[in-house]
T-cell receptor, first 115, second 112 residues
Framework: GAGVSQSPSNKVTEKGKDVELRCDPI?????LYWYRQSLGQGLEFLIY????????KSGLPSDRFSAERTGGSVSTLTIQRTQQEDSAVYLC?????????????FGDGTRLSIL | DQQVKQNSPSLSVQEGRISILNCDYT??????FLWYKKYPAEGPTFLIS?????DKNEDGRFTVFLNKSAKHLSLHIVPSQPGDSAVYFC???????????FGKGTLLTVNP
């Protein structure tokens, strides 16, 4: 069966441009998470979806970051007016349900580079 | 404030020997702990987990031990194989908080 799929795998863009990152979770998984990993750091939580709603957006670093999920499946993370500090690997994960005792399964990430 | 700490950035072991990776945490609300393995340019792969009601969980060559009083967990890999060479992340979640808090990872190198 397919795992979590993310696109694009790499994105290079100029400072100030908007970018959209896409995540296709594992079929049947109701919970979806976005994390990012900056150079030399551990993974940092960004946002959590249960179905189409986002009960926890606490990790989004600024109002330039937004995310949505439609049909309880695909999610897009949008970064507006990108800055160099946004350069990181953005990882998406999904789990069967959004409880603390469910393992999260990750995609291979989108490596974002802001010039 | 780092709630999950992996104090060894790297570890090198001989093939066939035991690898022991350590992790400490500070948040007493954490009740579920996981280990992930990550190869370059790939996402983390779930390895093994343990609930706080247990002190040991075993899956093949991988065993995770949890010492709640010390707020410490460890991952044992026996016997270690060259294909185990990767970065290993410890993660934790708990209470109503489903989000994972990660350590910074330990690079394991298994030498043939």
């Amino acid at each position: 069966g397919a795992g979590v799929s993310q696109s694009p795998s790499n994105k290079v863009t100029e400072k100030g441009k908007d970018v959209e990152l896409r995540c296709d979770p594992i079929s049947g998984h109701t919970a979806l998470y976005w994390y990012r990993q900056s150079l030399g750091q551990g993974l940092e939580f960004l946002i959590y979806f249960q179905g189409n709603s986002a009960p926890d957006k606490s990790g989004l670093p600024s109002d330039r970051f937004s995310a949505e999920r439609t049909g309880g499946s695909v999610s897009t993370l949008t970064i507006q007016r990108t800055q160099q500090e946004d350069s990181a690997v953005y990882l998406c994960a999904s789990s069967l349900v959004g409880t603390s005792n469910q393992p999260q399964h990750f995609g291979d990430g989108t490596r974002l580079s802001i010039l | 404030d780092q709630q999950v700490k992996q104090n060894s950035p790297s570890l090198s072991v001989q093939e066939g020997r035991i690898s022991i990776l350590n992790c400490d945490y500070t948040n007493s609300m954490f009740d579920y702990f996981l280990w992930y393995k990550k190869y370059p340019a790939e996402g983390p792969t779930f390895l093994i987990s343990i609930s706080s009601i247990k002190d040991k969980n075993e899956d093949g060559r991988f065993t995770v031990f949890l010492n709640k009083s010390a707020k410490h967990l460890s991952l044992h890999i026996v016997p270690s194989q060259p294909g185990d060479s990767a970065v290993y992340f410890c993660a934790a979640s708990g209470g109503s908080n489903y989000k994972l808090t990660f350590g910074k990872g330990t690079l394991l190198t298994v030498n043939p």
